[in-house]
């Protein structure tokens, strides 16, 4: 089993920063893919940003060139260090591993294991 836990959420005016982490423990040798999704109130869920094994990054295109995610293999832990923040990036953000590679997921139900979420609350 995998736990993953995270926390940095909070609320900043536009343009600000906000740095999340998720920290995963128990049978981490297993998560191939770790990634953040976001759930805007009314909206559905969407995908962040995700990372595999060997680094290779892939984000959504709104976040593209603001948001930069990060991994410690050696600490098991997955951060995303989130710039130029827009009231738009408002939303619970979730961290999320999953025992497959990115490369083969289609989407947020590909992810086996889920933090309980963080808030970020960006005003205008």
């Known amino acids: 089993h995998v736990q993953v836990v995270e926390s940095g959420g909070g609320s900043v005016q536009a343009g600000g920063s906000l740095r999340l982490s998720c920290q995963v423990s128990g049978y981490t040798y297993n998560t191939k893919c770790r990634a953040w999704f976001r759930r805007a109130p009314g909206k559905e869920p969407e995908g962040v940003a995700n990372?595999?094994?060997?680094?290779?990054?892939t984000y959504e295109q709104s976040v593209q060139g603001r948001f930069t995610i990060s991994q410690d293999n050696a600490e098991n832990t997955l951060s995303v260090q989130m710039n130029d923040l827009k009231p738009e990036d408002t939303a619970m953000y979730y961290c999320?591993?999953?025992?497959?590679?990115?490369?083969?997921?289609?989407?947020?139900?590909?992810?086996?294991?889920w933090g309980q979420g963080t808030q970020v609350n960006v005003s205008s």
């Open positions: 999320a591993v999953s025992s497959r590679p990115c490369a083969l997921l289609r989407g947020l139900y590909d992810f086996n294991f």
């Open positions: 990372i595999d094994l060997v680094g290779t990054v």
